[in-house]
Nanobody
Framework: QLQACGGGLVQGGGSLRLSCAAS??????TGWFRRAAGKDREFVVA?????????YADDDVKTRFTISRDNARNTVYLTMNNLKPEDTAVYYC???????????????????WGQGTLVTVSS
């Protein structure tokens, strides 16, 4: 089970930190996805369990967002800086039972999903 939190309303240029806590002791590779109103769910960023390699959707996300993990707490964090109105979306964390350090950008590759946390960025 995944518990995501940290969303909220922030002005453009502001920052937020989302967290995603997984229950149990299973190892997971974790990703963040987002769905803006009227749009499809899209990949944002992911991090491997073992080597902590990170994968970002594009350079714009890479320069503003940082994913990190605390394996002892089974928690993944998404720090978002310099937020833009177009970042407004419901953000979902997703976890995949660990079976190697690979790149998983498709939502269909994940086994568990958090409930989503709304991020609203005002202009």
């Amino acid at each position: 089970q995944l518990q995501a939190c940290g969303g909220g309303l922030v002005q453009g240029g502001g920052s937020l930190r989302l967290s995603c806590a997984a229950s149990g002791s299973t190892r997971y590779s974790t990703g963040w996805f987002r769905r803006a109103a009227g749009k499809d769910r899209e990949f944002v960023v992911a991090i491997n369990w073992n080597d902590a390699t990170t994968y970002y959707a594009d350079d714009d996300v890479k320069t503003r967002f940082t994913i990190s993990r605390d394996n002892a707490r089974n928690t993944v964090y998404l720090t978002m800086n310099n937020l833009k109105p177009e970042d407004t979306a419901v953000y979902y964390c997703a976890a995949r039972r660990y079976n190697g350090d690979y790149y998983y950008p498709s939502p269909y590759e994940y086994h568990y999903w958090g409930q989503g946390t709304l991020v609203t960025v005002s202009s």
